[in-house]
């Protein structure tokens, strides 16, 4: 196993739970939206169902896997509440590959008093993500 294989090193990593068995539908969209890279995939002993996936984004990793209510008390439900954030050099391109890919907009791309150019989307398992640079008005 080389370097880019391993697990993540330091820092915190979003682990997500995918309902209605679209694991595999979300590795897709986070390739298109985000420019994801797949670093492994454990499907889970029914052959049809993703234990475990590891994937590469914007620098860091994500977790991810499809739901195991035989594990679980509850179905899995996007949290209302957490956004996860990619700060990147291009907001307005990772917009629009976000976008381009079905992303719905929550929060329109624009110029933030902070200094960044800021925006939101929701992806279609229900998880929001913000996408912010420097804005280059600032």
């Known amino acids: 196993m080389d370097a880019s294989d ?3 090193t330091g820092g915190v990593t979003a ?4 309902g209605n068995g679209q694991a595999a539908d979300a590795i897709d969209f986070y390739s298109r939206a985000f420019g994801a890279s797949e670093i492994g995939r ?6 049809r169902r993703i234990m475990h996936a590891h994937l590469k984004l914007n620098g860091g990793s994500l977790m991810l896997n499809d739901e195991f209510p035989e594990f679980m008390s509850a179905p899995a439900t996007p949290p209302g509440s957490i956004v996860l ?10 917009w629009e590959r976000a976008v ?4 719905e907009v929550m929060f329109p791309m624009a110029d933030q008093f ?3 150019r800021y925006g ?3 992806d279609p398992f229900g998880f929001t993500w913000s996408i912010g640079a420097p804005s280059v008005n600032a």
Do not use: E, F, R, S
């Open 85 to 94: 954030h990619l700060q990147v050099p291009d907001a307005d391109a990772a």
């Open 120 to 122: 939101q989307v929701k």
């Open 15 to 18: 682990h997500l739970t995918i």
């Open 42 to 47: 454990h499907m889970a002993d029914d052959g």
């Open 114 to 116: 902070w200094g960044d």
């Open 100 to 103: 381009g890919a079905n992303a």
């Open 6 to 8: 391993q697990g993540p």
